[in-house]
């Protein structure tokens, strides 16, 4: 199995992102949140593995957003069952520590300045989205990096945007469907 042969939302573009950012981080900490069946889990985490950094995997495993029809589609199936099996194929299983929790409340399981890259994928409510970009940016190291997944969503772009303008000095960087910015020191 290959991560191509898993359902979901992320194209070969989306995967070169994730995989870059993923290549340069050694012995370090990474972290997705919202990992659905395990598509972009199976992308990140074999690079992750092999650089020997952690790979922590959250998600709550049911959805948060009744009209999103993949929500619907959660519901009516056992995600956690499948999101598991698909990593047991992958071989990856073992290596992924995964955590059935909400996104923005899981950051308290992380010491401030201690993730080396947060990729969120949770809930594409916009509300929600503040919330894991709030929690989770003061989990990453100076250098480390906070992204996430469908920018072209006018949710995720409306957060991004706020958080980016509400903090000048950093740079967004887009790059198809997917966003990021570094955390720099601060002078």
């Known amino acids: 199995m290959n991560w191509q042969e898993i359902e979901g939302w992320f194209s070969s573009g989306d ?17 997705e949140l919202g990992c659905y069946a395990g ?12 650089n020997v950094s952690s ?5 709550n495993f049911w959805g948060t957003d ?43 399981l992380f010491v401030d300045g201690t ?8 809930s594409h409510v916009e509300e929600d989205v503040v919330k894991d970009i709030d929690a989770w940016w003061p989990k990453i190291r100076e250098g480390g990096t906070l992204a996430g997944h ?9 957060a991004t945007r706020a958080f980016i303008q509400a903090h000048g000095f950093l740079k967004l960087v887009v790059s198809g469907n997917c966003w990021k910015v570094i955390k720099k020191e601060q002078k």
């Open 15 to 31: 995967a070169d992102f994730v995989a870059k950012v993923c290549e340069k981080i050694k012995g370090g900490t990474v972290v």
């Open 39 to 50: 598509k972009s889990t199976a992308v990140m985490a074999p690079i992750c593995k092999r």
């Open 55 to 59: 790979f922590i995997a959250i998600d």
């Open 66 to 108: 009744p009209k999103d029809p993949a929500t619907q589609n959660q519901r009516d199936r056992d995600m956690q069952a499948v999101f598991r099996n698909n990593m047991k194929k992958m071989g990856l299983l073992d290596y992924i520590e995964v955590h059935k929790l909400d996104s923005a409340a899981s950051a308290q």
């Open 115 to 122: 993730v080396d890259f947060c990729f969120i994928d949770a």
């Open 150 to 158: 469908d920018y072209t969503w006018g949710s995720v772009k409306n």
